[in-house]
């Protein structure tokens, strides 16, 4: 497990694991949509991966998902855009700006509340 004294390291364990997360709907998707059972499990293990990835991380579980929600939000964002090629509303981007601010007040707010 990996403790809180590493956040860059809990940083890249979080992009890692909402690659995976990000990577392994996609990877269902395509199955789902191409009637493909192997490929729908090949998501379905790169899902399973990102939940045992995003857990190595030692830190209360509310905190833990409230800060990876923020880095999933971020990936999901730039994935559609940029691999999906898809026009990302402006709309998403400011509900995104809120999500990465709410991140940001989980990871660090105990510092400036306390």
């Known amino acids: 497990m990996l403790k809180t004294d590493l ?3 809990a940083w890249l364990v979080f992009v890692g694991s909402a690659l995976l997360e990000v990577g392994g709907d996609a990877v269902v998707r395509k199955g789902l ?3 493909s ?3 729908v499990l090949v998501g379905g293990l790169m899902l399973a991966c990102y939940g045992l990835l995003v857990n190595t991380v030692h830190w209360d579980f509310s905190r833990l998902l ?7 939000a971020v990936v999901s964002v730039m994935v559609a855009k940029f691999v ?3 026009t990302v509303a402006v709309s ?3 509900g995104l700006l809120i999500i ?3 991140g940001l007040v989980i990871q660090f707010g105990g510092h ?3």
């Open 66 to 72: 409230g800060v990876y929600v923020a880095v999933f």
């Open 92 to 94: 998403t981007w400011l």
């Open 84 to 86: 999906f090629a898809e």
């Open 33 to 35: 949509r191409g009637s």
């Open 7 to 9: 956040p860059m390291l």
């Open 37 to 39: 059972v192997a490929i």
């Open 100 to 102: 990465v601010a709410g």
């Open 112 to 114: 400036l509340l306390n």
